[in-house]
Nanobody, 128 residues
Framework: QVQLVESGGGLVRPGGSLRLSCEASGRTLELSATAWFRQAPGKEREGVSCISSSLDGAIYYADSVKGRFTISRDNVKNTVYLQMNSLKAEDTADYYC????????????????????WGKGTPVTVSS
């Protein structure tokens, strides 16, 4: 059984930083594309970042977070991270990680394609 557990969310001031963690069990994240998504109240889910398996390690970011967020993976800990810097109020959302059976981030990964397993999310609030 695949389980993804997110952690690291919280309240932070604008301009601050947080690092989210997504720890997996039942699946080796090194062999799978894994992504972070977010959903703000009243808004649609948004793909934030995706990292392909170690076969090529390609990384993708939503335009809204490029230059501020960094996705990475620790294969020993079977954990994917999302380092979020220069946080803005509009980054406030519940953040979810997801993975599946694909080695690579699907062309439509932002829509959730290829993501079969989802965590329960961790809330991020950016406010002064």
């Amino acid at each position: 059984q695949v389980q993804l557990v997110e952690s690291g969310g919280g309240l932070v001031r604008p301009g601050g930083s947080l690092r989210l963690s997504c720890e997996a069990s039942g699946r080796t994240l090194e062999l799978s594309a894994t992504a972070w998504f977010r959903q703000a109240p009243g808004k649609e889910r948004e793909g934030v970042s995706c990292i392909s398996s170690s076969l090529d390690g390609a990384i993708y970011y939503a335009d809204s977070v490029k230059g501020r967020f960094t996705i990475s993976r620790d294969n020993v800990k079977n954990t994917v991270y999302l380092q979020m810097n220069s946080l803005k109020a509009e980054d406030t959302a519940d953040y979810y990680c997801a993975t599946g059976s694909h080695y690579f981030c699907d062309f439509s990964w932002t829509l959730g394609y290829g993501m079969d397993f989802w965590g329960k999310g961790t809330p991020v609030t950016v406010s002064s």
